[in-house]
């Protein structure tokens, strides 16, 4: 006996959709649908044919988003690694990495990964999620979900505002 939960999010760029599964045995599920039920309503029922349809037709597409995304986080995990500042590891899933930044911060520039991620919006125009929002302070969740050219484009911008 298993549990299995699944998602169209990552696998098939439906990140906004909101749709996902469990199979599992009828206790386990029945229990898990009282609970889903009070935290969101249902999926729409385009979302639900069009994820029938991510399902059940060709599969080509997502060894090619995975294999994108791979070389999308090298890139990224290899510009970071060359700067001593980012102390960052291989993510184990999803397409974001979650450096620890705190050798960014001080008393005389960000103080919080927070006040880090608003100076590079506000002054690099890059976008990052704080850690504070994963209670994680003194990191920045960085998604690659973009193109190369824009990873690169974000990256020069970070090294600029970091200068």
């Not at 599992?24 to 039920?37: D, E, K, R």
């Not at 309503?41 to 060709?58: D, E, K, N």
């Not at 520039?109 to 994680?136: Q, Y």
Request: net charge neutral.
């Amino acid at each position: 006996q298993g549990v299995l939960v699944g998602s169209a999010s990552k696998s098939y760029a439906m990140t906004g959709w909101r749709c996902g599964w469990i199979l599992a045995p009828a206790v386990v599920a029945s229990g898990c649908n009282a609970v889903q039920s009070h935290s969101t309503s249902h999926a729409t029922s385009i979302t639900q044919h069009a994820v029938l349809a991510a399902l059940t037709g060709p599969q080509d597409c997502v060894d090619e988003m995975r294999e994108e995304y791979r070389s999308r986080r090298d890139g990224l995990l290899s510009w970071m690694e060359r700067d001593k500042r980012f102390d960052v590891s291989s993510p184990a899933g999803a397409f974001y990495v979650f450096p620890n930044v705190s050798r960014l911060l001080s008393l005389d520039g960000p103080r919080t990964s927070a006040d880090l991620a608003l100076a590079l919006l506000n002054e690099a125009h890059v976008a990052v999620t704080p850690g504070e929002a994963f209670d994680a302070p003194g990191f920045l969740r960085i998604s690659y979900a973009a193109s190369m050219d824009q990873l690169r484009e974000a990256w020069a911008r970070i090294q600029r505002f970091l200068a």
